[in-house]
């Protein structure tokens, strides 16, 4: 972008925090609720808000931002990433790359960019390094878009959405490239036409925008002077395309590009506000096991296209989010170069998730190696010695073992509060493992057995920096068939169940449970545990 349309589109994009009333009120910081660990970084960004809070006693981030852990990581400039004056050394991701770089890039490097760009802050970096004006303004008052690369991200002021014709359509809306049609999207302001079809090369309903924004078209009056809009959102809106709703894995797609979108989306101090409504582009109304992950982002019910079918809506400011199937995107179709593991991007999602769901880290009671054991309760891929392998772990002192069935019938919350506060998460391949991105960092996630899909989690461990161990010696495992795919066709790892030998069971428990207790996470998480039982037994016997 010209210094000409970054100067125009952060006038155009802001926020007033004063006019708009969030500030309002002297004391009012709701609007921010991050982890301790993000208040730097966040702060940062704006310098005004922090002075504010440091002048206002009834400020609740006061207090963090006199700590001396506050001020060290203020002098030391950290920032996440994406921002033009952050150096490498300042970065708030400490990716590793301990294996080698030889055969992908001549440099280690290059090999710690390359991941950083494919799989962390520089990938959001990037999008908005991409970002160009698609529909210029003319006036503050007029419409305005812009997108990044392919359409994959986009944002705009005054934005109008025609669904009249929706009122017509009987047949389910949901992964459909015709929701909308020529001139039905649009708004008042100069549209670079030739720009924007550029960049349809994804067309797709879970790869880019493109479906919807190839029909964009300029109106010949301001929206709020045209009287054409039946309804008009006054906060921020997001409209998102989500994936699978009831498999863990591919929603938390939705909800980790909805987190990185939050920060290409970062001009305004309110941008993680969640007094903002949430759209989903289909007409099921939205449901799922994992639903209480969206209270991490909106305060508000999540709405969805039949509520608005035969109504042309007006948005103010618009969001369209990063995709969960993008090409190259983050995290379904992450191409990570081998050798590197620890986004920090997806650790920050992990905090900042465990934050706003307010699900705690617990202090040990005790030295022993806590072990999660999730248990399918399924036609496919259960234990068959289930029993065995636990009660042979469980005769161990040094482990703590709790079986589990994260079914849909337990609240989701509950399941977090028992991931977070586990040491080794043990499991057969299948989306309950994507739990592992609330795991502690030292943490260990167990894939009893991959069946024959190895790369997945262990990818998706690695992105998270959560150490993957897998079942090492095919001799030892013991299908109960070939198995076979419901749909037909030939052999399928999947689609049976699994003993397992349970001397080699109990020997790499053991080996996971030593890569804890080698971790420094780990001990210093012990210590603070130790400090915080004798001050409360302190407080007792006071």
């Given at each position: 972008?010209?210094?000409?349309?970054?100067?125009?589109?952060?006038?155009?994009?802001?926020?007033?925090?004063?006019?708009?009333?969030?500030?309002?009120?002297?004391?009012?910081?709701?609007?921010?609720?991050?982890?301790?660990?993000?208040?730097?970084?966040?702060?940062?960004?704006?310098?005004?808000?922090?002075?504010?809070?440091?002048?206002?006693?009834?400020?609740?981030?006061?207090?963090?931002?006199?700590?001396?852990?506050?001020?060290?990581?203020?002098?030391?400039?950290?920032?996440?990433?994406?921002?033009?004056?952050?150096?490498?050394?300042?970065?708030?991701?400490?990716?590793?790359?301990?294996?080698?770089?030889?055969?992908?890039?001549?440099?280690?490097?290059?090999?710690?960019?390359?991941?950083?760009?494919?799989?962390?802050?520089?990938?959001?970096?990037?999008?908005?390094?991409?970002?160009?004006?698609?529909?210029?303004?003319?006036?503050?008052?007029?419409?305005?878009?812009?997108?990044?690369?392919?359409?994959?991200?986009?944002?705009?002021?005054?934005?109008?959405?025609?669904?009249?014709?929706?009122?017509?359509?009987?047949?389910?809306?949901?992964?459909?490239?015709?929701?909308?049609?020529q001139g039905q999207i649009?708004?008042?302001?100069?549209?670079?036409?030739?720009?924007?079809?550029?960049?349809?090369?994804?067309?797709?309903?879970?790869?880019?925008?493109?479906?919807?924004?190839?029909?964009?078209?300029?109106?010949?009056?301001?929206?709020?002077?045209?009287?054409?809009?039946?309804?008009?959102?006054?906060?921020?809106?997001?409209?998102?395309?989500?994936?699978?709703?009831?498999?863990?894995?591919?929603?938390?797609?939705?909800?980790?590009?909805?987190?990185?979108?939050?920060?290409?989306?970062?001009?305004?101090?309110?941008?993680?506000?969640?007094?903002?409504?949430?759209?989903?582009?289909?007409?099921?109304?939205?449901?799922?096991?994992?639903?209480?992950?969206?209270?991490?982002?909106?305060?508000?019910?999540?709405?969805?296209?039949?509520?608005y079918a035969g109504k042309?809506?007006?948005?103010?400011?618009?969001?369209?989010?990063?995709?969960?199937?993008?090409?190259?995107?983050?995290?379904?179709?992450?191409?990570?170069?081998?050798?590197?593991?620890?986004?920090?991007?997806?650790?920050?999602?992990?905090?900042?998730?465990?934050?706003?769901?307010?699900?705690?880290?617990?202090?040990?009671?005790?030295?022993?190696?806590?072990?999660?054991?999730?248990?399918?309760?399924?036609k496919f891929r259960r234990?068959?010695?289930?029993?065995?392998?636990?009660?042979?772990?469980?005769?161990?002192?040094?482990?703590?073992?709790?079986?589990?069935?994260?079914?849909?019938?337990?609240?989701?919350?509950?399941?977090?509060?028992?991931?977070?506060?586990?040491?080794?998460?043990?499991?057969?391949?299948?989306?309950?493992?994507?739990?592992?991105?609330?795991?502690?960092?030292?943490?260990?996630?167990?894939?009893?057995?991959?069946?024959?899909?190895?790369?997945?989690?262990?990818?998706?461990?690695?992105?998270?920096?959560?150490?993957?161990?897998?079942?090492?010696?095919?001799?030892?495992?013991?299908?109960?068939?070939?198995?076979?795919?419901?749909?037909?066709?030939?052999?399928?790892?999947?689609?049976?169940?699994?003993?397992?030998?349970?001397?080699?069971?109990?020997?790499?428990?053991?080996?996971?449970?030593?890569?804890?207790?080698?971790?420094?996470?780990?001990?210093?998480?012990?210590?603070?545990?130790?400090?915080?039982?004798?001050?409360?037994?302190?407080?007792?016997?006071?």
């Amino acid at each position: 972008m010209t210094a000409r349309n970054v100067l125009l589109f952060l006038v155009l994009f802001s926020v007033n925090i004063c006019d708009n009333g969030v500030l309002a009120k002297v004391g009012d910081y709701d609007f921010i609720n991050l982890p301790r660990s993000h208040l730097p970084l966040y702060f940062r960004r704006f310098p005004e808000l922090e002075q504010r809070c440091l002048k206002d006693e009834t400020c609740e981030y006061r207090s963090v931002l006199l700590g001396e852990s506050y001020r060290t990581a203020k002098q030391s400039g950290v920032c996440w990433g994406y921002e033009e004056d952050c150096s490498v050394e300042a970065r708030y991701s400490k990716p590793r790359c301990p294996g080698s770089y030889q055969g992908y890039v001549r440099t280690k490097e290059a090999q710690l960019e390359t991941f950083y760009a494919q799989a962390d802050f520089g990938f959001l970096r990037d999008q908005i390094k991409e970002t160009r004006i698609m529909c210029e303004p003319t006036f503050p008052h007029d419409s305005a878009l812009e997108c990044s690369q392919y359409l994959r991200f986009c944002r705009g002021r005054n934005i109008m959405v025609n669904f009249t014709d929706l009122a017509n359509r009987h047949e389910p809306l949901r992964y459909k490239m015709d929701v909308l049609s020529q001139g039905q999207i649009g708004g008042h302001c100069r549209l670079h036409r030739r720009r924007l079809e550029s960049e349809l090369e994804h067309v797709s309903p879970l790869q880019s925008w493109a479906p919807e924004l190839r029909f964009f078209e300029t109106t010949s009056q301001p929206l709020a002077e045209s009287g054409h809009c039946d309804v008009t959102f006054e906060r921020p809106a997001f409209i998102m395309k989500i994936d699978a709703t009831i498999n863990m894995y591919h929603h938390f797609c939705d909800f980790l590009n909805l987190y990185g979108s939050l920060h290409v989306n970062l001009s305004d101090a309110t941008a993680f506000s969640t007094d903002v409504h949430i759209l989903v582009w289909e007409s099921y109304s939205y449901s799922s096991p994992f639903a209480e992950t969206f209270k991490a982002f909106t305060s508000h019910p999540i709405l969805d296209l039949k509520t608005y079918a035969g109504k042309v809506v007006c948005f103010k400011n618009l969001v369209l989010p990063l995709l969960p199937r993008m090409i190259f995107g983050l995290y379904y179709n992450t191409p990570i170069i081998s050798g590197c593991e620890n986004s920090g991007l997806f650790q920050a999602f992990s905090e900042f998730v465990l934050h706003r769901l307010r699900i705690p880290l617990k202090a040990a009671v005790d030295h022993k190696i806590r072990i999660t054991f999730l248990s399918r309760q399924t036609k496919f891929r259960r234990v068959l010695n289930e029993d065995k392998l636990i009660e042979a772990i469980s005769a161990n002192e040094d482990y703590n073992v709790n079986r589990v069935s994260y079914s849909y019938q337990m609240d989701f919350r509950e399941q977090l509060k028992i991931t977070r506060n586990t040491d080794i998460f043990i499991g057969m391949h299948g989306a309950g493992l994507t739990h592992l991105l609330f795991l502690p960092k030292w943490a260990v996630l167990f894939e009893l057995y991959h069946c024959e899909d190895p790369n997945c989690y262990r990818d998706l461990a690695r992105l998270k920096g959560v150490h993957y161990m897998s079942w090492e010696r095919d001799d030892l495992v013991y299908p109960e068939d070939e198995g076979h795919h419901p749909d037909g066709g030939g052999r399928h790892a999947k689609f049976t169940n699994y003993a397992f030998d349970v001397k080699e069971f109990e020997r790499l428990v053991a080996r996971a449970a030593d890569h804890v207790s080698s971790q420094k996470e780990y001990r210093e998480f012990l210590e603070r545990s130790r400090k915080k039982r004798e001050k409360i037994s302190l407080k007792e016997e006071l």
